[in-house]
Each structure stands twice: as C-alpha cells, then as structure tokens.
DNA sequence: TGAAAACCTTGACACAGATCAAATCGGAAA
DNA sequence: TTTCCGATTTGATCTGTGTCAAGGTTTTCA
C-alpha cells in the first residue's frame, strides 16, 4: 500500500530559512537572536511579480505562505518555468548579485527575507548554515535534473501525472481521506502555469486532466480542487520507478 | 561582432577540485598539503560507466581530461542526459551517499577523485572551500534551468544550435580561425548521446546537422570535427537573446 | 589490408501534441 | 441575483518530430 513522505519539515524555528528543523535546531541563542535582527517579512499579490531576471536581488528568503513560481522567457514570449517555490522553500544566490530568472506570485506570498550581505556573514562564521544551505542546494539540482528527464522524454500524460504527483507530495494542506489511497488538495496553478512548467500548451494540459478524471485516477470538484482517486495509478501513469515516493 | 566567453579556469591549482584559481589561489600550504594527501587519479575508457545511479559514491572528483555524461534512465529505456562534464568540471555530494544518475565516460577519461569523509573534513575547517562550492553548484542550477528552457520549449533547430554554441564556448581546444567568427572543435558526443542530451531522437539530431551546414552555419570535416562558419547566426539559431554570451 | 561492427544519413509515413476556433464554466462585481 | 470576463474545455485540423527501414560511411581490429 501506498504511503507518502510526510513533510516533517516546516516553516520554523524563528523562520530561520534553512529548511529542515533538524537542522534549525542547531540554531541557538546567539545565531537565532542575529537572524531575528536582520529578517524581514514581505507580502506578493497573487500574480505581481518579486523579482525581474536580471534584476539585483539584495536579499535572501524562505516562503512562508503561498505560492511562488521561477520562469524564463523567450525574446518572442514562449515561457519555462524552472523552479516551484512552496511554504519553507528557499530562494537566493549567496554570493551573487542578481537572478536569471523572473521570480512570480501565483497566489498570495509571505516571504521571510534577510538581507544579504548579512546573511552571508552569518554563513561565514556558523559554518552548519553554509553546510546545509549546500545541501539544499544540491536537493534543488537533483530536482531539476529529474525535471530535465520529465521535459525531455515524458508523454503529456506522464508530465501531468507527474506533477500532480510533485504537488500532493508537497503540499502542506493534504488531507488523506477515509480508506487509503485518496488525497485531496487545491491546485495552486493555472492551467496556463501548469502548461508553463510542463512545456505543453494549456490545451494538451486541459485534455490531459479530462483523461485522467475519465480514467478514475482523479476527480475535480470546479477547477482546482483536486482529489486523487488512486496514488498508485498516478505514479503508474507519472511513469516515474514504481517505488518512487513510497515508504514500507 | 562576437566574442567567446574565455575560458580563464582550467584544472590546476595542484588538482583542487575547486574550479578556479582564484579560489584555489587561496588555497595555501597546509590546505594544500591535505588535500594531496587525500586525492588519487582514476581513468576510464570511453563508454565505461563511472558509476551507477543509486550506487554509493564514496567520493568527489575533478576532471582532468575527457568528457563525461549524467543520465537518467526510465524503467523501459528512454534516457535523458542531465549532465555534461568538461574538464575543470567537478562532481560529487558532500553531505549525501549515493547519486541519482549514472556517470559515464564519454571519451577516455580521467579525474582527480577525493575520499568524500576526509573532503568533508576539510571542507568544515577552510570555509572558503565549502563557500566556493556552493557557488559552483549554484552555478550548475543556473545551467541546468537554462537546460529546462532549451527541453521545454525549443525547436529541434534551436536544441542543436545551443548545443553546438554550448560545446564551443566550453571545449578548450577550440582555435579561432582566421577571420573572426569561426571555431573548430571535435564533438565529444555521438548522435544518439547528443539526441539523449536534447530530448530528442537520432534521426531528427542528423537531419537538424545537416540542415545547418545546408544553411552554412556549420560545415563538418568526418562526422566530429566541425567548423562553425558564423557564431552569431548559430546564436541566432539557438534562439537565445542576441547578446548572451557575448563581450563587447 | 580487409571485413565486421559501429555509427550516421536519408526517405516515407505515422502520430502526439500544437494551433486555431468555438462554446461553456465559474467566480467576482454590481 | 444577474452579468460579465477570464479561465477552461472541447472540437477540427495541421505539423514537427518520432518511427521504421534501407543504405552509406567511418572506425576498429584481426
């Protein structure tokens, strides 16, 4: 039977942007007391944009709420999204001025940001920030080399289920419903942003979900609130290692 | 008219697995001392696989000469490379046992590899080393989401066209020509991994080549040595803004 | 040097997903 | 509640790239 990771990560430990409380725990007295000092909180509307690629960007941050999109664009318009940020992602380049990429609000977004210069002296003199900030780094590029084999070589079947897979793994509000393998969530993207992310058109995006709710995998009820039927299907169909994802 | 990016690094610095010198620059005696105490030499020959996704990588490594490929494999065959490797190229997950691609050598190759635990070691007691590192895999991020663009939304034209423009900034070897805008290098790929590297298949990477040197972008001496005839119509090509990639 | 094995090119055709074009739905404002 | 407008669905058709197939070319190795 199928099980799922539990996020037993969160938006804690006195919103120090490092994700995962195990490692927040390591932040004590001095350090959280610093960080506290040079947080800020910043609001997005859904669909302003944070950031323009090329834009300097002077601070570092952790989402609190909401959801954010990273996205590249064409000269003539065609867009690729390379990053979801969701609550307790990270976002920033210590060590860099400026971003490659547009950085949008797709629902409303609290950021707990840091400025950086500061934040960078903090990775310098607590080396375990610096650590795991590297290691996130790395789970992020692991990320996007698995999303490099979805845009390469997956059906538009398998990009959907794939990333209906991603969000219900992810999100934070899931409720698992009464028997096993049913999941409930809210889409937090546009049938546009999914097509964005999957490197589709939002039609093959439309038809494809139809599909899947003919098909019994998932149900809608209006347009994004998203039950999953069966966990395995999706998996099946996301045709990621039937393992994937799973614990027992 | 078009400049290369020039490739000011290059594996030195007594073979620290640091990309630049002016990071390994700072690193001094002592430092130094470690981590010739630690490192080893490993060569493969072209098509050997270095190692396998899911296997335990007790190590991180530099590569001194040859070309090396990430890939990702999906249960009925597809492949998608996620990775190219050049010389100067690090790999490797301080913080992490296994990888979650395979490693294969292209061409002959050889890399300076590091035992991961006494790597670690240094890399907590000389920050700039742990500092430098995080830049590099940034780096690699920054790359791997223009990848996303390039199998997202691009043309089998265009695909060919930045992999080409991508090689020739990057391979050493390059010599400019008399004249301005030509590069010869060796393509260090076959088709098929260069259809794996594009998401794409064979047939349509040696249609696209020909259509190129139809169109005199390119011309080919054998099937690997090429000659770019124009840089800026194949950037034109790659559909990547005008300017990227270019000095003055 | 020759023969086999890779590797590459080209052609004909098929098909998944794009494009163009109408409806239809659903939430926000009045 | 009604109206409106953006978001979504669905249909018809087109096209870029995949698939299958047949030669051709380069490299390797005896």
């Given at each position: 039977?199928?099980?799922?990771?539990?996020?037993?990560?969160?938006?804690?430990?006195?919103d120090c942007p490092i994700?995962?409380r195990a490692?927040c725990a390591r932040c004590?007295g001095?350090?959280?007391e610093?960080?506290e000092?040079?947080?800020?909180y910043r609001s997005?509307q859904a669909?302003q944009?944070?950031?323009?690629s090329?834009?300097?960007?002077?601070?570092?941050?952790?989402v609190?709420s909401?959801?954010a999109t990273l996205?590249?664009t064409?000269?003539d318009?065609?867009r690729?999204?390379v990053g979801?940020?969701l609550?307790s992602?990270?976002?920033?380049?210590p060590?860099?001025?400026?971003?490659a990429?547009?950085?949008?609000a797709t629902?409303?977004?609290?950021m707990?940001c840091?400025?950086?210069k500061p934040?960078?002296?903090m990775m310098?003199?607590t080396?375990?920030?610096?650590?795991r900030l590297?290691?996130?780094?790395?789970?992020?590029?692991d990320?996007?080399r698995?999303?490099?084999?979805?845009?390469?070589?997956?059906?538009?079947?398998e990009?959907?289920?794939?990333l209906l897979s991603?969000?219900?793994r992810?999100?934070?509000?899931l409720?698992?419903k009464q028997?096993?393998k049913?999941?409930?969530f809210d889409?937090?993207?546009?049938?546009?942003e999914?097509?964005?992310?999957?490197?589709?058109?939002?039609?093959?995006?439309?038809r494809?979900i139809?599909?899947?709710?003919?098909?019994?995998?998932?149900s809608?009820?209006?347009k994004?609130?998203v039950t999953?039927?069966d966990?395995?299907?999706?998996?099946?169909?996301a045709?990621?290692?039937s393992?994937g994802?799973?614990?027992?």
């Amino acid at each position: 039977m199928a099980m799922l990771d539990t996020p037993t990560f969160s938006h804690a430990c006195g919103d120090c942007p490092i994700r995962y409380r195990a490692v927040c725990a390591r932040c004590e007295g001095d350090e959280l007391e610093r960080l506290e000092q040079i947080k800020y909180y910043r609001s997005y509307q859904a669909g302003q944009t944070v950031i323009w690629s090329g834009d300097r960007m002077d601070f570092v941050a952790s989402v609190v709420s909401g959801v954010a999109t990273l996205s590249q664009t064409m000269e003539d318009g065609r867009r690729q999204m390379v990053g979801l940020l969701l609550p307790s992602d990270f976002v920033g380049r210590p060590g860099r001025d400026s971003v490659a990429y547009d950085v949008t609000a797709t629902t409303d977004l609290v950021m707990c940001c840091f400025r950086k210069k500061p934040f960078e002296d903090m990775m310098l003199s607590t080396p375990h920030v610096g650590q795991r900030l590297l290691e996130m780094t790395l789970d992020e590029l692991d990320s996007a080399r698995e999303w490099m084999l979805l845009l390469g070589r997956k059906t538009a079947r398998e990009k959907i289920a794939s990333l209906l897979s991603i969000i219900a793994r992810r999100d934070a509000s899931l409720a698992l419903k009464q028997g096993s393998k049913r999941l409930v969530f809210d889409l937090p993207l546009t049938r546009e942003e999914m097509a964005d992310y999957l490197g589709l058109t939002l039609e093959t995006v439309s038809r494809q979900i139809s599909a899947l709710r003919k098909d019994k995998v998932i149900s809608l009820e209006g347009k994004r609130h998203v039950t999953i039927e069966d966990f395995d299907a999706l998996q099946e169909a996301a045709g990621d290692d039937s393992d994937g994802g799973m614990l027992s």
